[in-house]
């Protein structure tokens, strides 16, 4: 597991007002479902993305497809999207100006993380913001 310090976790956290979830799922057993429950519990705007599901809602959220979609400023792009993947998201995050990218549990792609750290975006891979909010106590 990729070491990150847990001052840099809060702020992401504290200070992601606006995230984009891209790989969101309407249904209702995957987990990118219930982080955004989660995240939006925590006083979060989640603009939900995926291309297969335009038009459809999570959690009352209209579905995009495309970062490039959300009609304000972003601070985190959130990516449920396969290693290989997530690449494509990244490099999104990075057009739009986004601050930060979290790629989550499982998700590692160091040759998009050094484009965005290059662009000065944070990235923080193989993590969940869930579980880190409980680990470090935000519940």
């Known amino acids: 597991m990729i070491y990150y310090p847990d001052n840099l976790i809060c702020q992401l956290l504290n200070d992601s007002h606006v995230i984009a979830m891209v790989g969101a799922s309407p249904k209702t057993n995957r987990p990118s479902h219930g982080v955004m429950r989660y995240l939006l519990s925590k006083g979060h705007i989640v603009y939900p993305i995926n291309p297969i599901c335009v038009g459809d809602t999570i959690h009352g959220h209209k579905i995009l497809a495309s970062v490039t979609e959300v009609p304000e400023p972003i601070h985190m792009v959130d990516i449920f999207r396969r290693s ?56």
Request: hydrophobic letters at 50%; aromatic letters at 4%.
């Open 84 to 139: 290989e993947l997530a690449g494509e998201a990244v490099d999104d995050a990075i057009l739009v100006g986004a601050r930060s990218v979290w790629l989550q549990l499982g998700v590692i792609d160091e040759a998009a993380a050094e484009r965005a750290t290059e662009a000065g975006l944070t990235v923080i891979m193989d993590r969940c913001p869930v579980i880190e909010y409980r680990r470090l106590k935000k519940n």
